[in-house]
């Protein structure tokens, strides 16, 4: 990802986590760096917003040369798709009222590619595979901010294979000889009857 692109994917991000604040508005130039700690030359800017207002991402009104700009309503789906790809992930989610961001996005790319935000919880979990349970949480500091990650997996109580007691296998052995037993008594009654009527006796 060069500069530009850099440039273009920080200002994306920065104004999908924007989109969750109960109240919409529209961000300056400054508003970016001040807020997101992103900053972005003017003419830069000023192109990367013109180019995804015409891609129909972002609503934007002119403001003393530069603009006031903020994601279309109707683009979240497009902006998650696009961050999800740069970030090489499957999770980016935003939870405004507590200022957290749950992304299992490598530990290069949370440093790189999300924004620094002040006092916000970035909290990273493992991807989750196709059989993969609920992670669990464990929390480390990286790069000045609250990085939570996610190892390991505990759904519920696993299946134990309960061995039976000394009454029950006693039991079982018992019944399995006496089984036997009867078997072999009634293959013997039946070969005495068919001998007895085979060769009778006066």
């Known amino acids: 990802m060069n500069k530009v692109e850099l440039a273009e994917h920080l200002l994306l991000v920065s104004m999908f986590i924007d989109s969750h604040r109960p109240d919409r508005r529209y961000m300056s130039r400054q508003d970016f760096e001040v807020d997101y700690n992103t900053s972005v030359d003017t003419r830069l800017f000023n192109s990367i917003v013109a180019d995804l207002r015409e891609q129909g991402l972002v609503k934007a009104s002119p403001n003393a040369g530069s603009y006031f700009v903020r994601l279309h309503s109707n683009a979240y789906k497009i902006a998650l798709q696009r961050i999800l790809t740069s970030l090489d992930a499957d999770v980016f989610e935003i939870d405004w009222e507590t200022k957290r961001i749950v992304t299992d996005a490598e530990e290069w790319a949370q440093e790189t590619l999300i924004p620094g935000l002040k006092l916000w919880v970035l909290l ?55 089984g036997g037993l009867s078997a072999l008594l009634a293959i013997l009654a039946i070969l005495a009857t068919w001998y007895f009527w085979r060769y009778p006796h006066p």
């Open 124 to 178: 990273s979990r493992e991807k989750i595979k196709s059989g993969g349970s609920v992670p669990i949480a464990q929390s480390s500091q990286v790069a000045g901010r609250d990085i939570n990650h996610f190892y390991g997996a505990v759904a519920g109580p696993g299946v134990i294979n309960k061995t039976g007691d000394s009454k029950e296998s006693w039991w079982t052995r018992w019944s399995t000889v006496f």
